[in-house]
Structure formats: C-alpha cells, structure tokens
C-alpha cells in the first residue's frame, strides 16, 4: 500500500494526515519548465500550481495515496479540482480552512472542517484515527518543529544554501528523522566562513524551492537572518498544544501561527511581523522573493513596502517564474547589497 | 467606438437613467446615508434594510472598462507599485483611490463602512484590505467557505459559520450606524430582491426562444441594476418592463441579431472594453449568444425556507464562484441542452483566476458531455492591454468555421 | 565591398582621450571596464579627470572585449595597461574583466557616473542599455538610494532598437530623428515584446504605414514602457539618461513628454557613465586602501 500523501501548502493539517498511517510529504515545483500541465492550467497561473501539476501528470508522483490541499488562494482552488478531474481515483480533498482568522467563530468552524477531513480519511482509507495517535503525531511534529526553531537560532554557523537544503528537506522527511538541531543538519558542514559576512537579509515570500537566491547570497557573503515563506520560519513558528482535545489544539495553531496573505488576521499584522524580523535580527534590508502570478503577496507587496519606507529600511523585489534567472537576480541582489554597505 | 449592430432596446434610456441616477445618488445626493462600499456577492439586503447607501467598486471596474478609462486608472495603481497581474477591476480601483480627480465620475465616493464577501474571489479580500488603508474606514469580512462537494451543498458547518457571521455583521452595521435592524424591512427588502432576481431569471430563460430575443451584451448591460440596485423598488420596476419588452419579442418572434444562424452559450465577464467590436465578429456570422454563465450568477433565487438568517447563509455560499468544477461542467451542460445551443466561448480572463481556472478542463468534459465544441479566447474585463484583435479574430474564424 | 549588405543596426566604434593630461606627474591613475550585452565601454581616469575612452561591440567573449575595449582608449596615448593602478570592472561581464581587481555592478557605477557627469543635483537616472533598463535614485554624493530593473525581456532596450532598425532598415543612429518626422503621432504598437512588436511592424507596413510612421509607434512604445517603470520609483529632478539610447532623440522626447519632465541634456558621450562610475569608484577603492 502506498504510504504518502502529498500536500502543496502547510496549512494542511501533516499531523492528521501522519495519525491516519500516512507520511505527509509536501509537493514542490521542481526546475524543469511544465509542458503537460499547459493543457489544464493557464500561462498565467504560478509555477507552484504548474510545476505541481506537471509532475503529477508525468506520473512522477505516482507513489502518493493521495493528495490534500488547503483553501487558500484562487489559483489552488481551481488545482484541487482540477487535479481531482486528472486523477479521479485519487484521494484528494481540500480542507476549507477560514480565511477571516480573526472571527469569532473561525475557531469552531474549522474544528468542524477538520473532523470533516478526519471522516474522508477514515472512510476511504478504511482507517481510524484515534486521540491517541493525534497526540502522538502532534508531539512528534512539535519536536520537529522545535528542532527547526533551534537550527534558526544557530543558523550564524551555516550558509544560506545550507539554510535552504535543511528547511527544504524536513518537509519531504518522515518527522521523526528531525529530532535536534544535529539531526536537521546532517551532512551539512557548518559553514565557517560565512560568519565573516556582515549583511543580514529577512526573505519574504510564498515558497522557496530551488537555491538559486541562496547561493548568491553565499558568493556575495550576505546572511539570512530571517525568512517569512510558507516552507520555512512560517512553518514552524507556532506549536500545537499537547493538552486537551488534539482537533481543537490543530486548529488553533492553525489560527495563531504567522498570516498567510491569503488570510486575514488584522490589516497590518504581515508589515508588524515584518518589522520585528528586521529588528529583532538587526538585518540591513528585505528582499521579496515572489512568484509571478502569485496575487496574495503581489497583494501585500505594497502595503509591506510602505511600512519599510516608513522605517527608512531597503528593500528589493524579486519576481521569478520558477527558477531564479542567475545573471539577472545576481546583479539585482548585487547591486543591493553595495547599497546597503554604502549606506 | 464600435456601434452595436443589432436591435436595440426600448427599456435602454429606463436603464441609463436608472444608473446615472444611482451614481449620481451614491456622489451627492445619499441624503446622509453612511455609503458602504459591498462586493457583488454580499448579503445586499441587510445593508439596504438598515438604510445604508452600498456602492459596487466591481461595477464601477467594468464602468471603467467600458469608457475606456481602465488602462490610465491601472497605470496609476502601477505606479504606486500594485503588478500588473492582479485584478483589472481591483487595479483601476485602486488607481481611482489615488486619483479620483481624473477617474470616470470623479470616482466612487468616499466609504464609511466597507463589507467584502469571498463568495466570488480571493482578490476582494485583498483589494478592500487595500481600500481599508486608504480610507481608514472599517472593514467586515464575510467568509463563505468554498463548496467542493460534487452537489454543490454547503457543508453544515460551513452554513453555520457563515449565518454567525451574519448575526454578527447585522452587530457590527448596527454599531456603526447606531440603528436597529428592522425584520420587517429586512424581509421586505429580501422580497423586492427576490422580485427582481426572478423576473431577471424570466428574461433570461425568454432567449430559449428561436430566434433569441438578446444577445450576450444586452445581458451584460440590463444585470447592472441586479447587482447594484438590488432590493430596490426601482430595481424590481426596472425589470418588470425589461420582461414586459422581450416578452412582446418573444411573442413577436423579434431576433436580436439580423438574422440568428448560430446559437452559443459565453462563459466568464464580459470584455468591457471593446464590447461591440468583440461581439461584432460573431455578429459577422449570425452568432448569438443566447445565454451565459455570468449574468446568471446573479440569478440565483432566495432559498426561503425558515429562519431568514440561514437561507442568506445558504444563498451567498452557494453562489456559482463559490462552487466546484463540477458543479460549473453541469451548468454549462445544462444551458447548452436548455438553451439549445451550438456552441459555447470561454473567455479565459486574466484578471478573474477563479472563474478562469480550470476552463480548459470544462470544455474538454462539457464536449465529451453534450458534443458540443468550445472555444477558449484570452483576454481581460478591464485592461485593454491585454487584448490582441488581430489573433482573436483569427480564432473565432477558425472557430465559426468548423461549427458550419 | 559594394555586395556587403548594409547592416543598419551597427553603430560606430570609437575612442578619445585628452591630449593636455599629463599622466606622468598623476598620483593615481585609474580605469573602468562596462561590459554590457551589445557595446563596451572602457574609460581611464588620471587624477579623477577622464583621460581617454573607446566605446566598441561586445563580442562573444567578454575577456577579449574588455581587453579590446581598452586597447582601443590606450591607443593614441602612450599610456600602457600597467601603469594603471586600478581596475574595476562592471557590467554584464564585469566578472569576465581579466585585469580588473574589483567588481561593482552598473547600476552602482551609472549612479557614480552620472554624478560626475552631471554634477551633485541628480536625484534620478535612468540607465537605457543594450539588455535591460534601470531607474536608479541617487544621493548628492551619487550613491544609490533605490534602483528599479524592467524584467528580462528585450522591449525597451537597446537590442531591441537594433532589431527594428534592422527590420525598417533605418540606420539606428538615425532611428530617433526619422521617428519624430511624421504628420501625426500615432498609435503606440500594442505589443511591447520585440519578437511581437516585429510581427506587429511588419503588419503595419503592409497595411501601408510609412516607415517613420512605424518608428514613431514602435518609439512611442518604447517610451511608455520606460515611462512606467521611472513612476514606479517615483522621478524627483534632476533628471538624466545615460546609455546608449539617450542618444535616441524620438524616444528621449516621447519620455519627456509624459514623464511631464524634461531630462538634462548631455554635453558628453552617454553611453560611458557606467565605465567612468567604475573608474571613479576603482579611484575611491585605491584611495581607501
């Protein structure tokens, strides 16, 4: 029997997926460009969508029992069913999260939904999920979570390739193989000579899924020292408590951890956050790393580019369709750093 | 400017009157009424009933588009770093914000209050988030869950959430406005809404006849008052003498175009900005299009059984935007069957994600369903920079061609 | 040669130097290298002041134009490469500059550049190059405050330029005067990619359009899509071009007009700010040392 289901976004519930017997892997884009996925989606839809699809299509992804998306933004609205139509004997299903986050019935609407997903599982995998393996999962993922959170508080001592290879990996990994900060970093040599560089950025955006940005802030020996994507800090930010009922604890994390823009907390809770990275890391500025076609952030971009204005800390915006071209965003992130060792 | 070339309507100079009035209204003469700035898909009706003034920035967005006015309105937003890729609508929206002085109207007037429903898009959350900054003005939020059950029913506890947070925007519009919601005038407005919304549906369901009554522009132009006058006694009168005109049509056996050859079904908004010139080149070869999926989206009838609360609820979840891909691919089979048709034209529009999405996926299924062949033009509602007539000639030549 | 076809995309290669500097008696002699996707520009500074320059086309290999490019300065003085002290290289290939000892990007050296060329009241360049366009804001001390890229793609730039000039058979250098001589402006082409704004050219020949009539709605594209990138900084005055293309008067005159602001006209060779930038720059790196 298969083991895996895949899943495109982080707010889809991994520990219920995991108490059901099954390992959640997240699907990410990979660097060849999509020509299957040209017939279901259009060319201005983003690569996540395209490059997800592309690879489902080509049966690379044929060892997944199932695939389970989160509502989030238009465009993975239409992939859900799209991706239902392509594979109809799949199980795929979309846990329709609140977008209103800050209602006061967000809370108990989405503990409903979840149980909904919890009977879809059950009835067709002809499984149970019981408390007991939610509490257990919901531990296991917290010490994960735990051991990222510890990796970024020592992660001066590694490059930021090493940053993405980490975070990049612990999502596609069964949980328990991230127990510490050594076991997220093995094979990975910290990087001595990176402690001599002096500029910090904070990364801001949906997913990072390939290494070109990484490595030219390596060559260029500027530091991460903070990141606001999906498949990085956001994702482990906000543990789910251990006490009292497991469904309930998931959704409330779910509710509490860092905005997707595709959700609504406050009007200006992302340009808050935003600001306390850059302070509470002392970094020199902040670069948007976007995707085309991606409306929530292209929708944020303004509003979080103000607040920086404001506070009188540089900024660059990248957009890029799946991999960062290297001569045109080197000489854009060059050119930014000597802008901001001038300053 | 392309000039229609088809019959006119008698009721048009009703229509224009009707929303130069509104807008007119809405500017200066709200006779102190708080202005609520509400997306197409929100509960109308409980903001009318509390005597607040809602204006429609989407229809505004296709005003733009129509007048030709989107592209410098986008240009502004541009500038002020908003992409290019996102909502034509929402763009000239935000431009107008920036710039009223050089939009069409002078703009939309300031909002007091602003109330955005996600039952149609991700983008309206975004643009009144935008809208929120700009005017300081407080924003309610209404989430519909979006519905992927193959039946198109809510999921209970989608419905319940969403009827809390309508005994919770009836709070907050209460707060703002200091008054008390009336029931009476609650259910009175729902029923001059619902009056409306069926005689629309009567005049849509008059184009089965052969040959059909209107063409897919005159449905564009005569939904304006359902969705933005909607719940309104000059709404519902509006309508009665739309009916009364395409009945004696009908009864007339008056066609719409010159002579109808083909029948088609349109998919999607409207091209606002070169709306004749498009539908001309169908014109060109007698075909009509005698329904759409569009302007039926606000055809849909209060679901009226018990408490009112829960069938507003029921209502604005299950709107069409709000549904599967399945629940579209049998729409559109059922128009085309009902409607007997030849054909149908997706415009797959840049602007609209969830409506585009998945097109290719439902011609390919409604044309394996019903034999009927699909065709899919990319283009935009508003932004006029993204249409090629050249290339969409072309297609829709090769397109008539291989209906004959 | 009379069966050689005119190619009407070639510009001229040139050089120049100052033949009153006495570089002998300079405490620092320094250089710049701009090696850009279409020309390269080397410039030598003795003392801070422009010594000699040469502007020529960037061949298949950067090392090697980089290396002509400099020939080419040196060629009518009697100044040799090593007696140089420092090099910096920018650019395209500015990593590929074999004799440079540093790297900065253009869009630092356009900046430096356009200060020197243009003096301390420069708040905005706008850099039009051979590959891509850059709006850059700037401090007195012409040090980069922002900077804005179009994204990669050909419309705008100066290897878009050639390629219309190439399909009308105008020579480029004349692009910008015939663009302005028509009866009536026309209609900007709607396509702001080049493979479609060639399409699009072609279209309207065919339709009988003149040629200048195709190069003033082929500039006045062009124009606006600059236009839109020099609003989203947000211009302040004053106002310069530098690059290749400020030379192209149709289009510099197309900006002016809806940018609603006039740009400052040169009294020198635009297209070497980003090489003296660097010159300037590989002086301020020696000075620090």
Known sequence: MKNKIGYLCTYVPEEIIHAAGFLPVRIAPSTTPPTRADAHLQSYTCCLARSCLDQALAGRLNDLAGVVFAHTCDTMQGLADIWRESFPNLFVETVVGPVALNSPHAQKYLVAELRRFVAALEQHFDVRVTEDALRASIRIYNTRRRALADFYARRAEFSAVQWFNVMNKALTT?????????????????AIENQKSKIGVVLVGATIDEPTLPQILDDLGARIVADDFCNGARYFDTLVAEEGDPIEAIAARELTRATCPCKHRALDDRAERLLKLVKDNRADGVIFYHKKFCDPHAWDYPPLAAALDREKIPHLLLEVEQVAPVGQTRVRVEAFLEMLSEG | M????????????????????????AKYFHLGKPIAWVTSGAPVEIVRALDIFPVYPENYGALCGARGASAAMCQVAEARVYSPD???????SVGMMSDAKHAPLGGLPRPDLLITCGNICGTVLKWYEAAARHYHAPLFILDTPFIHADDGEPTAHAIAYVAAQLEELIAFLEKQTRRKLSKEKLLATAMLSSEAVSLWCDVREFCRARPSPLNAPDLFLNMAPIVTLRGTKECAQFYRALKEEIAERVARQVSALPEEKYRLVWDNIAIWHHLYRFYNHFVDYGACFVTDTYTGGWAMRMNDQGDPIHAFARTYTQVFLNQSLRVRVRDMADLITRFDVDGFVMHSNRSCKPYSVGQYDIRRIVTEQTGKPGLVIEADHSDPRSYDDETIRARIQTFMEGLR | MENMPQEFWRWKEYNWHAPDIAWRNAKIITAGVDVGSVSTQAVVMVDGKLFAYANRRTGSSSPDSARRAMDCALEETDLALDKIHYVVGTGYGRVNVPFAHKTMTEIAC??????????????????MGGQDCKAIKIDAQGKVVNFLMNDKCAAGTGRGLEVIADLLQVPIEEMGELSLRVEKE????????????????????????KKNDVLAAYSRAMAHRVAALLKRIGIEKEFVITGGIAKNSGIVTRLEKELGIVARKPDFDTQIAGAVGAALIAKKMKDER
Not at chain 3, 189 to 194: E, R
């Open chain 2, 86 to 92: 996102l909502c034509a609508y929402a763009r000239s």
């Open chain 1, 174 to 190: 069964p949980p328990e193989a991230i127990s510490d900060r050594r076991s997220a970093t093995s094979n990975q040599q910290s």
């Open chain 2, 2 to 25: 392309s000039e229609r070339r088809y019959k006119k309507l008698k009721t048009a100079p009703q229509l224009k009157k009707l929303l130069e009035q509104h807008y007119l209204a």
């Open chain 3, 110 to 127: 356009h900046a430096r550049g356009a200060n020197f060329l243009y003096g301390a009241s420069v708040r905005t360049v706008l850099d």
């Open chain 3, 186 to 209: 026309p209609e900007p082409v709607s396509s702001t990619c080049v493979v479609f704004a060639k399409s699009e050219a072609l279209g309207l020949l065919r339709k009988g359009w």
